[in-house]
């Protein structure tokens, strides 16, 4: 099937109908929704979604920071930084892309669907990308800021609520060099899964003390989830004047 029959099953009109958007050119939305594993299997096929995740990926860059700035008009740059961070990161992005439904939009190839593409977290965060930067270039940033925001509120009260936004390794290891005088240590146990989309798992030590295990797909990302962990674990266990605070 061509772009052109695609473009005539109305299947685009439905899914836009469900997530609340309406493209003027359906072209632009069809190629944000195409996967390279599609293009591959077929030669009729425009092209991917690819060069648009590059364009949705600055789009969301800036319209989270412009919505953080105005919201918390006294947070330090840095802590906008990692919160934006960790609004935008790959798990968060594929958290939004599963609430309109996007694995089961995406034209993809079907070894790649049969492996389970339309929940990898690389391929939803890239849709996801793909489609701002559609609509970006379709509309312009107030559709992106309509389409986006609402769909971030409980996505930041997650954020917020967890910590994700605080540089757990950095307090981890002010409050473990202040109280024990040694730098926490971290140790990849595992890495598993495709090249594409593995997930990697990481404790964290005190000396010879496990204080806290995490995992992500990236070795940096697992790390900051065993500080998490640990900080976490530490209120439990000890006295509260010298638990590290939250």
């Known amino acids: 099937m061509n772009d052109m029959d695609e473009l005539a099953t109305g299947w685009l009109d439905q899914w836009q109908s469900e997530v609340g958007l309406r493209f003027t050119d359906k072209r632009l939305l069809l190629r944000a929704l195409t996967h390279r594993s599609y293009v591959n299997e077929h030669e009729d096929v425009e092209g991917d979604n690819e060069r648009l995740e590059f364009l949705g990926d600055a789009v969301l ?48 190839g079907r070894g790649e669907a049969v492996s389970g593409g339309r929940d990898r977290q690389g391929i939803l965060c890239g849709a996801f990308e793909a489609v701002v930067g559609a609509l970006y270039l379709d509309q312009d940033l107030e559709a992106v800021r309509r389409f986006v925001l609402p769909r971030l509120e409980d996505l930041l009260e997650q954020v917020l609520a967890s910590g994700l936004h605080l540089d757990a390794r950095s307090h981890l290891q002010e409050w473990s060099q202040a109280h024990r005088g040694i730098t926490p240590v971290y140790h990849l146990i595992s890495a598993t899964g495709p090249d594409h989309d593995k997930l990697f798992e990481v404790e964290v030590l005190i000396g010879d003390e496990v204080v806290g295990h995490g995992t992500g797909h990236s070795k940096q990302a697992a790390a900051q989830s065993a500080a998490r962990d640990a900080l976490k674990n530490l209120q439990a266990i000890l006295p509260p004047a010298t638990a590290p605070a939250e």
Do not use: I, N
């Open 61 to 108: 860059d800036f319209v989270v920071g412009d919505m953080l700035f105005r919201r918390y008009p006294e947070m330090p740059e840095g802590q906008l930084t990692r919160l934006r961070s960790a609004l935008v990161r790959t798990e968060s992005l594929a958290q939004l892309a599963r609430t309109v439904q996007l694995g089961s939009a995406l034209r993809m």
